[in-house]
């Protein structure tokens, strides 16, 4: 059976037509915080570093201020160092940096804001690197590189006028990295399974050349 040909240009132009609606009412992407490169890997002994980024802050949101926690098992990584990066100081204005480590727990906090007050009428926009972590590898496994708790990872913005100025929440996503070295170790039923099944194939190896003989 021929198929018509106008049917399969009306079908055509409809579906462009949908694609391109739903192309032009696509919404704008929300603003995210995230462990870069997310997946990081090191022999023992050896240090790699790991960005903490944010991405589409708009100008109508401005950043201000922000802090996180980042958690990770102290028995395969260690934290030795975090340094602020480049984004609230691109604005031109002072800033203060913060930050503090624990490799018995397991956790980096740290935190930068605009520090000129008032504040001035615009914060930071658009993407780029809120802070540096350097680690190094003490341990073979993995970790994840998490911010572990919502209420520890604060984006903030500035609204007002002095002397009203008010700090208030930019909503945001969260994308944890990781860090691996070695593979998942094999669980000790796995193993006792395996040797089981092994004995069990010698076994009756030996038990059927025995028979033929």
């Known amino acids: 059976m021929k198929k018509n040909p106008y049917w399969l240009v ?33 022999e023992v002994g050896e240090t790699f570093t790991v960005n903490i980024a944010v991405t589409d802050i708009t100008e109508e949101e401005n950043l201000y201020l922000w802090e996180c926690r ?59 690197t809120l802070a540096t972590i350097t680690f190094e590898a003490v341990g073979q496994g993995a970790t994840d590189l998490e911010f572990k708790e919502e209420d520890d990872t604060r984006l903030r913005t500035i609204k007002g006028e002095a002397p009203d100025q008010y700090v208030y929440p930019i909503p945001h996503d969260r994308e944890n990295g990781s860090f691996r070295n070695a593979g998942a170790p094999i669980p000790l039923q796995l193993v006792a399974a395996i040797v089981v099944v092994v004995a069990a194939c010698i076994f009756a190896v030996f038990y059927f050349r025995r028979k033929r003989a």
């Open 70 to 128: 980042i958690t990770f098992n102290p028995d395969i990584i260690n934290a030795v160092n975090a340094t602020e990066g480049p984004f609230l100081k691109d604005t031109g204005y002072e800033t203060f940096w913060a930050k503090k480590m624990n490799n018995t727990i397991g956790t980096v906090d740290i935190l930068a804001t605009i520090s000129e007050f008032p504040y001035p009428p615009n914060g930071a926009t658009g993407s780029g």
């Open 10 to 42: 009306l079908t055509t132009i409809v579906m462009l037509s949908i694609a391109m609606a739903s192309v032009g009412t696509a919404s704008p992407a929300e603003p995210a915080i995230h462990v870069k490169p997310k997946d990081n890997t090191a």
